[in-house]
Every structure is written in C-alpha cells, then in structure tokens.
C-alpha cells in the first residue's frame, strides 16, 4: 500500500458538490465516489457519494466504506498494483477509462468488478475525478460501452489464466531442474558410503567432482530464480566498476565448461583490448552467461561455441555464436518473453528465463542485441554495450 494514500473516514455530507458529481457523470448510470490526486505530495484521496454501497456491491473486507481499503485489502494478488494503476492513468491524456479487477468480499469469494472513472479536472497540480464501481454481472446491463466492457473482461480472465499456467509451468520447471542435481547427489554419496573400501582413490575423485558439478548446477538455478525476482521488482541497477573483462569472461567460460564436460567454448578478443573497462559485471555475468549456456544447450556436443569479445572507445561488441538448432524465423521477436520456450527445443532442459533476464540487463545498461539465426544452421547474437568513462 503506498505509504502517500490518505484516507477519509467520512462518506458523506457534501452538499451541492455530491449533486454536482452526480450530475457530472450521469452516463456512468452511478457515481460511487469522487477523488482528487495531488501530484506535488502524491496524495490520492477518494471518498464515497452514495449511501447504498452494500446494497450494491455487498460488504467488504473490514466492512470498509472507504475505496481505498477496500481496494488494499480485497484484491485478488494478481491486482495488488490497482492504486499504483490508477495513479499513473490519472497522470496519463484520458478524460475517461475503464479497469477491471477482482475483490474478496464478505463471502471469502473473489468477485469480478468493473470501474469506470471520468477526469472532471486535471492541472498542474491536481487531478480531479469521479467513478463508479459494478459487479461484472450488473455491467453487462450497462448499455454503454457494454461491448468495451466485455472485451476488457475477457481479456483480464485470459490474461490471469496465462499468467497462472506460466506460474505453474514454472514451478514444475524448477523442481525438474533440482531433482537431477539432487539425484547425481544422492547416487554418488551412496557409492562412497557403502562402497568406499573399494573404490580407488580416482573413483573417489570422479565421484566428488560430480558432487561438486550438481550443487553448482542446483546454486545456479537458484541464482536464477532469485536474479529474477530481483528484475521483476526493480531491484537490479546498473553500478559500472572498472573491470578486467577478459579474465572476467574466462572465468564464466570456465564455470560453464566445468559444468558442461566435453564442451568448448572458443574465445576471441579483438587486438588493443584494455586490461580494464568501466563496466557492470554483474549485468556483463547475467548476459554472457546465459548466451553461452543457451548456445552450449541447443548445439550439438561435438560442435565448438565462439564467444567473441571487440572494444572501441565507446562500445563493447560481444558476439556469441553456435552452430545448433537455431530459432525459427516466426519466434524470433518473442525469445526475450518471459517463460519463452521454442517451438523446437522440445526434450532440452529450460526454464525460459535466461533470454528475459538478458534483455532486462542489456536495457539497464543503455545497450542493445541483434540476433541472426537459422533453423538447424545455428545463431548469432551481437550485443552492444556502451562504455562510462569514469574519471
């Protein structure tokens, strides 16, 4: 709830300027509430008109009559963003628009709801309003903008079924990846407990080795999981630090190789490249990362993978280049959705993170990326990063 919402108590008793409203929004069929938005100290404030509101919308968490409460504490969580949501249409060029939401009510149910809201005045330092609230089943006798309604309604149920199959497949997708790591775990602490007195000592070794393998497997889907939760609550930022980028990126290719037996990934560096750069290396990590490790994933084992790295004075080029099942032409604008996965890697391990972690970390860094690519002939990504010169 944002801390700058004032809120008031009293429904009631405003005289000539409830008529007013009312008369204001005649073609809303019902003004509920009126409100005013102070955007010097983003203070929303709405207050109730009308002296039937549970006759029409039924009792409410906290049996509040206060639009504000009721809003904070009954949405559904997909809409836990409805004051941010408002205030940012208020601020936009409508002079009327429409959301829909689900509220808890009293029932413990999850009610769908309409609101419809006309600007009665906006300048430069307020935005005054009216609206209206419907249970979804009352606006469908609505006559006006009935068909608008509907559309949005429909669209708000397709879009919360998206968003919970997308959870869903998630959830499985990351206890799929657990459980091999997990397993490769479990299968080499056994053989060294009940078979220890007859293992060599380069048994031993391989065993270990293969723990090791599975719990930096299982810490980087972890490191996933959580760099995401980061990015989707606008907790990664951009901190340049003056870096070696060339050892920088043997180390990735490194931890990526070591987790990848047999694999080989070439790397390239243009002449003159600076022992130092002023660069985000937590930002350079997430993207190499995951551009390599998609390239190792979807190309065949015998196959070599090309990470090139080209400086000038203002950018730094990075090329990553593999010869695999490369990506259909028709889903190419669609590899950076989140949850993305391709049409034709149908039995390769994923999440469809990675591309949507990649893009987040490249626009934080004010740079871009190109992808070339052709079914079963392999692809190439060019990203453009630019570099701060600190003093």
């Not at 990846?177 to 293992?199: F, K, S, W, Y």
């Not at 043997?250 to 037996?261: H, M, P, T």
């Not at 039995?347 to 949507?356: L, R, S």
Request: glycine share 6%; with cysteine; hydrophobic share 35%.
């Amino acid at each position: 709830m944002c801390p700058l919402i004032h809120n008031t108590a009293n429904p009631h008793g405003f005289g000539d300027l409830a008529v007013l409203t009312i008369e204001t929004c005649q073609h809303l069929k019902l003004a509920l509430y009126q409100g005013n938005y102070n955007k010097n100290t983003e203070t929303l404030e709405v207050r109730w008109l009308a002296d039937d509101i549970r006759k029409r919308i039924g009792n409410f968490y906290h049996q509040s009559d206060n639009y504000i409460d009721i809003i904070g504490s009954g949405a559904h969580p997909n809409n836990i963003d409805l004051i941010h949501t408002l205030k940012n249409r208020l601020l936009g060029k409508e002079s009327s628009f429409i959301r829909t939401y689900q509220l808890l009510t009293d029932e413990n149910l999850y009610q769908l709801f309409v609101e419809k809201i006309k600007v009665t005045e906006r300048t430069e330092t307020v935005v005054k309003f009216v609206g209206c609230l419907f249970m979804a089943p009352e606006c469908e006798n609505d006559m006006e903008g009935g068909d608008i309604i509907r559309q949005q309604l429909l669209e708000n149920l397709r879009r919360e079924r998206e968003i919970n199959q997308a959870r869903n497949l998630f959830v499985n997708m990351v206890s799929h990846e657990m459980r091999t790591p997990l397993a490769v775990i479990q299968g080499a602490v056994d053989l060294i407990e009940h078979c220890n007195d007859r293992l060599s000592d380069n048994d031993r070794k391989n065993y270990t080795q293969s723990i090791k393998r599975a719990i930096l497997r299982m810490t980087r889907t972890m490191d996933t999981v959580l760099i995401l939760g980061k990015v989707q609550s606008n907790q990664l930022s951009f901190q340049p630090l003056k870096s070696d980028v060339v050892l920088f990126c043997k180390n990735i290719i490194n931890e990526i190789e070591s987790l990848n037996e047999g694999r080989k990934i070439v790397l390239q560096i243009s002449k003159s490249f600076p022992r130092s750069i002023d660069i985000d290396t937590t930002l350079l990590y997430h993207i190499v990362s995951n551009l390599l490790n998609n390239a190792i994933k979807y190309s065949d084992p015998m196959t070599l993978v090309y990470l090139n790295l080209v400086f000038d004075k203002e950018t730094l080029t990075i090329y990553v280049k593999d010869s695999g099942i490369g990506i259909p032409h028709k889903e190419l604008k669609g590899i950076f959705k989140l949850f993305h996965r391709g049409s034709n890697t149908k039995g390769c391990k994923g999440m469809g993170i990675g591309m949507f972690i990649v893009k987040h970390c490249i626009v934080l860094h004010n740079g871009s990326i190109e992808v070339e690519s052709k079914e079963h002939e392999g692809t190439t990504f060019r990203v453009k990063l630019p570099i701060v010169h600190q003093s």
